[in-house]
């Protein structure tokens, strides 16, 4: 049987820039404070949220408190989401698995802002076996919840599967459940690497 192959989401298939969801927030709020980008991006917030421990509509709140936000929900979901790029050449590789009669599968720590805004721009994104969202399984990698939540969803465990993901803490958890964890540095060197176990 071929192996599952467990693609990551961000940096992986899909770029992204919050400094871009930084300045149409900043444009619409009271405070302006240094490293939005950063705290958009990767704030204890986000954190909670991408754990499932806050609706998007909790998360509106605290992000609007924090930042001195002034717009509504629908403006701040928009100016939020939209901060991805897809990567041409790994979203290739996921097509051409595909017609290898691979089955593939998305493990990302995301949120349901993220995931409606790729669902509804990026048609790539329909052509999975299968999804695991942080915010779904409620934990985030590299917590062994969610990669067990992986096993159980696609049937397949050890070796069986393929995991391309950016982090490294990501990929050593997977290799700690024997997984053929691959670190993604750049889409040249993972599609010599995937290619050769097709
Ligand atoms: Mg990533």
């Given at each position: ?8 989401l961000g ?12 300045r149409?927030?900043?444009?619409q ?6 490293n939005l980008h ?10 909670r ?19 001195g ?11 939020f989401a ?5 990567i041409?050449?790994m979203?290739?590789l996921?097509a ?5 009669g ?22 790539f ?5 299968g999804?695991?969202?942080?915010y779904?399984?409620?934990?985030m990698k ?19 599967i393929v ?6 803490e990501n990929i050593?958890?997977g ?8 670190l ?6 993972t599609l010599?690497?995937v290619?050769k176990l097709?």
């Amino acid at each position: 049987m071929k192996p599952a192959i467990v693609f990551d989401l961000g940096k992986v298939l899909v770029d992204f820039d919050y400094s871009i969801a930084a300045r149409k927030v900043a444009a619409q709020s009271t405070k302006q404070l240094d490293n939005l980008h950063h705290s958009l991006g990767s704030s204890e917030i986000l954190a909670r949220f991408e754990s499932g421990r806050l609706t998007r509509r909790q998360f509106f709140t605290e992000m609007s408190a924090f930042t001195g936000f002034t717009g509504t929900i629908e403006e701040f979901v928009s100016g939020f989401a939209d901060i991805f790029v897809p990567i041409t050449p790994m979203i290739e590789l996921h097509a051409k698995l595909r017609q290898h009669g691979c089955q593939t599968y998305i493990f990302s720590n995301t949120n349901d802002i993220a995931v409606e805004h790729i669902r509804r721009n990026f048609p790539f994104f329909a052509n999975f076996n299968g999804y695991i969202y942080s915010y779904e399984v409620g934990a985030m990698k590299p917590h062994s919840k969610i990669y067990e939540a992986m096993e159980k969803l696609c049937g397949r465990n050890g070796k069986e599967i393929v995991y391309l993901d950016d982090r490294p803490e990501n990929i050593a958890a997977g290799m700690e459940r024997g997984w053929n964890a691959i670190l993604h540095e750049s889409p040249a060197q993972t599609l010599a690497t995937v290619e050769k176990l097709l």
